[in-house]
């Protein structure tokens, strides 16, 4: 087909014209200028908006903050304290509700909770509007430490005020940084002994590494520091078998043996007695 024919088009009478390389219809420019004006009229309207808004805010700030940002006059308490004292806890909340719901320093308010000794860990939630909640995690006691310090179950020690359901716990002693060592050791002993009907009362580590152990019915054990486990097993098997009815009469027991138990009645006379 000629170059001619390409250019051919239809005409208004139906026939073919030709049409100009290049040329456009005029007929489709008419909707892309419609959606323009749409588009330019949302943006003004919207900015219209926005001033009104700002104006009305501008006008009504004080009313607005009052309704949004109103302080605080209800305080939740997730669960029931055991150990914090309860108007304690509430006093130090107190002390920063005197701003409004946003003003509140969430922050200052844990760091102030956990400063109590009872208090292991503190979740503070605000809920708007006007609604405080605490979720207190409270530290628990599983033997003192020394004479003024308690040890919770981590081997992590505290020292509250101690009251006297305290003085039932078992006592550990040691050296400075060895809690969670004397926390494990206690519960170790604990669970050789279950068998014989013994409860550690006491538990204390020298500073050279010796163990000794008090039991609830005032005898003492000494175990010292090298084959520990192998001592105490051999002290198991000796109760079990030869000392269940006699233990009321003795004092102390010595382990410090490779191959023998040193027994000291509350007679004060010491009888040895081998056991291999």
């Given at each position: 087909m000629s170059n001619a024919n390409n250019r051919q088009g239809f005409s208004a009478h139906g026939?073919?014209?030709?049409?100009p390389r290049g040329a456009v219809s005029l007929k489709k420019a008419a909707p892309v200028a419609a959606e323009s004006?749409?588009?330019n009229y949302a943006g003004v309207l919207l900015l219209v908006l926005f001033l009104c808004s700002a104006v009305l805010f501008t006008q009504n700030r004080e009313q607005i903050n009052g309704y949004i940002?109103?302080?605080?006059?209800?305080?939740?308490?997730?669960?029931p304290l055991q150990r914090a004292n309860e108007h304690s806890v509430r006093a130090a909340l107190a002390a920063h509700l005197d701003g409004g719901f946003f003003a509140l320093d969430v922050q200052a308010i844990k760091e102030q909770l956990e400063a109590n000794p009872w208090v292991e860990k503190a979740v503070i939630t605000r809920i708007w509007p006007?609604?405080?909640?605490?979720?207190?995690?409270?530290?628990?006691?599983?033997?003192?430490?020394?004479d003024k310090r308690l040890l919770n179950q981590y081997g992590e020690s505290f020292a509250p005020e101690l009251q006297e359901d305290d003085q039932t716990l078992p006592l550990l002693n040691g050296p400075e940084g060895m809690e969670r060592k004397v926390m494990e050791q206690y519960q170790v002993?604990?669970?050789?002994?279950?068998?014989?009907?013994l409860r550690v009362r006491e538990i204390e580590l020298s500073e050279r590494g010796s163990w000794t152990l008090r039991m609830d019915n005032d005898l003492s054990v000494s175990i010292g520091r090298s084959n520990v486990m192998e001592r105490v097993q051999r002290f198991v098997k000796f109760y079990q078998h030869h000392l269940n009815e006699q233990?009321?009469?003795?004092?102390?027991?010595?382990?410090?043996?490779?191959?023998?138990?040193?027994?000291r009645n509350k007679t004060d006379m010491?009888?040895?007695v081998a056991s291999k």
């Amino acid at each position: 087909m000629s170059n001619a024919n390409n250019r051919q088009g239809f005409s208004a009478h139906g026939g073919m014209r030709d049409v100009p390389r290049g040329a456009v219809s005029l007929k489709k420019a008419a909707p892309v200028a419609a959606e323009s004006s749409r588009k330019n009229y949302a943006g003004v309207l919207l900015l219209v908006l926005f001033l009104c808004s700002a104006v009305l805010f501008t006008q009504n700030r004080e009313q607005i903050n009052g309704y949004i940002n109103k302080p605080i006059r209800v305080v939740q308490m997730a669960n029931p304290l055991q150990r914090a004292n309860e108007h304690s806890v509430r006093a130090a909340l107190a002390a920063h509700l005197d701003g409004g719901f946003f003003a509140l320093d969430v922050q200052a308010i844990k760091e102030q909770l956990e400063a109590n000794p009872w208090v292991e860990k503190a979740v503070i939630t605000r809920i708007w509007p006007d609604t405080l909640s605490v979720a207190i995690t409270e530290e628990i006691a599983i033997a003192r430490w020394g004479d003024k310090r308690l040890l919770n179950q981590y081997g992590e020690s505290f020292a509250p005020e101690l009251q006297e359901d305290d003085q039932t716990l078992p006592l550990l002693n040691g050296p400075e940084g060895m809690e969670r060592k004397v926390m494990e050791q206690y519960q170790v002993f604990s669970q050789m002994l279950s068998d014989t009907g013994l409860r550690v009362r006491e538990i204390e580590l020298s500073e050279r590494g010796s163990w000794t152990l008090r039991m609830d019915n005032d005898l003492s054990v000494s175990i010292g520091r090298s084959n520990v486990m192998e001592r105490v097993q051999r002290f198991v098997k000796f109760y079990q078998h030869h000392l269940n009815e006699q233990v009321a009469s003795v004092a102390a027991i010595d382990l410090r043996y490779n191959n023998g138990i040193s027994i000291r009645n509350k007679t004060d006379m010491p009888v040895g007695v081998a056991s291999k």
